[in-house]
């Protein structure tokens, strides 16, 4: 009996070694059938020695889909994930959009937006849901912000609308700054640019009213930025006819007052210009000289270095940031003219140099506390004024007069938009 257990003991372990032989022959023949590139068979013969994962990833390196995933619903679901996850990884090593979305349309629009297809990226996106078309939309705005393509950020809103995101908001005051503070866009030459912020910037207030969830200075913010876009769109209407020429004029002084959001420079300079041509020589000149000195505190960097007390009659701001660049550092040749007449003026002492104030002790164009401007000109509202239906704005009696008149006379100038923008947005004006 003992010599049979001896021997049943030697042949178990030789069936044993035999095995691992096998094994191991089997492990070096898949070895040299994947250096070959037959990963197939490699599969088969892993297969065969009970080596399921070796043999799945064998399939995968074979690109036979299908039966690494029939053998992993065989053996463990939870392969099924990691053969997708491996898919995923070569379609997008591929640059295979189309079959990616077809397991995964975020992977596959992520894959356009780092590849710059952008125009694809937001194509495929419409066809998902708004959250993510606006996604990629606030993506693509970003990348043309920071590239200095403000106008296509801003065609992009205009095409797809301008919906109550918070984490839109900041790409919306930057499209409205940044045109804001655009040289060379106040002639009316220029209309269409103000009136597409204009209206994306109302379709965006609009959509911020029905929103429940959004800060009342947020609100607030972009109300006074949709005032401001619209009163550089009237300036560039009223300049196209000259009876309205007094209104424009108006309003490059009383934007003064949003010197917190449009470059100061730019303000203070094209109010002074508007003044001088007006023959208003004083106030030209305290609105030129202090053009001067917000471009020294440019240069030097140093807020500090201007001087409000001449303007302390007015509603315009006094801290304010200081813009990054000047607004005419493509035209020095211009400031330097501006510099030679504002030292020329200055040695004239038949020249008042201050600015003049009204009865109630203020600048012409400043608003006393919670008073609302006119929605034309942006001058206080006179005792005859004209009120809206569905707006607590105003418009000054003599001023809707004029552009109502100057809408007739001109009907192929931008006044008769004005007019119908007014509508829209304050309804008709009551009697």
């Not at 979305?101 to 297809?117: F, K, P």
């Not at 269409?192 to 009213?209: A, G, H, I, T």
């Not at 940031?321 to 035209?331: G, K």
Request: glycine fraction near 4%.
């Amino acid at each position: 009996m003992l010599h049979l257990s001896w021997a049943r003991f030697i042949l178990h372990v030789e069936v044993i070694c035999f095995g691992v032989a096998a094994e191991l022959t089997n492990l070096f023949l898949n070895n040299r059938l994947a250096e070959i590139g037959e990963h197939s068979v490699a599969a088969q013969l892993y297969i065969n020695v009970d080596l399921m994962k070796e043999a799945i990833d064998s399939f995968i390196l074979a690109e036979d889909w299908a039966k690494a995933k029939k053998l992993a619903k065989q053996l463990d679901p939870a392969y099924e994930n990691y053969i997708e996850s491996k898919y995923k990884d070569r379609l997008l090593k591929e640059g295979n959009v189309e079959q990616l979305a077809d397991i995964d349309i975020i992977g596959a629009l992520d894959l356009l937006a780092e590849q710059g297809q952008w125009l694809r990226c937001i194509e495929k996106a419409k066809s998902h849901s708004a959250p993510v078309l606006h996604k990629y939309i606030a993506l693509y705005a970003s990348h043309l912000l920071k590239d200095g393509f403000t106008i296509e950020a801003l065609n992009l809103y205009k095409t797809h609308g301008a919906p109550a995101i918070a984490q839109n908001f900041n790409i919306y005051t930057r499209i409205a700054t940044d045109i804001f503070g655009m040289p060379g866009t106040s002639g009316p030459e220029h209309f269409d640019l103000w009136m597409e912020l204009r209206q994306m910037l109302f379709d965006l207030n609009k959509n911020l009213q029905a929103a429940i969830d959004v800060p009342v200075q947020s609100k607030a913010h972009f109300q006074n930025l949709l005032l401001v876009a619209h009163y550089y769109a009237t300036r560039t209407a009223c300049r196209q006819v000259s009876s309205l020429k007094g209104i424009a004029l108006k309003i490059s002084v009383a934007l003064l007052r949003y010197t917190d959001v449009i470059p100061a420079d730019k303000g203070f300079y094209e109010a002074g210009i508007d003044l001088r041509e007006d023959g208003r020589v004083s106030e030209a000149f305290v609105f030129l000289n202090h053009y001067l000195d917000i471009c020294e505190a440019i240069e030097e960097g140093e807020g500090q270095l201007v001087d409000h007390s001449d303007l302390v009659q007015t509603d315009f701001p006094s801290n304010i940031p200081l813009p990054n660049e000047l607004y005419l550092r493509d035209e020095p040749h211009i400031h330097e003219s501006i510099r030679e007449w504002v030292l020329t003026v200055s040695m004239d002492q038949n020249i008042d140099q201050t600015l003049p104030t009204d009865d109630r002790q203020l600048y012409e164009s400043s608003l006393q506390i919670s008073e609302m401007p006119c929605v034309v000109s942006a001058y206080p509202i006179q005792e005859s004024s004209l009120s809206f239906q569905s707006s607590s704005f105003k418009v000054n009696k003599d001023v809707w007069s004029k552009i109502s008149m100057a809408a007739k006379i001109s009907p192929d100038s931008n006044v008769p938009n004005v007019i119908s923008f007014i509508n829209q947005w304050c309804g008709a004006v009551t009697k």
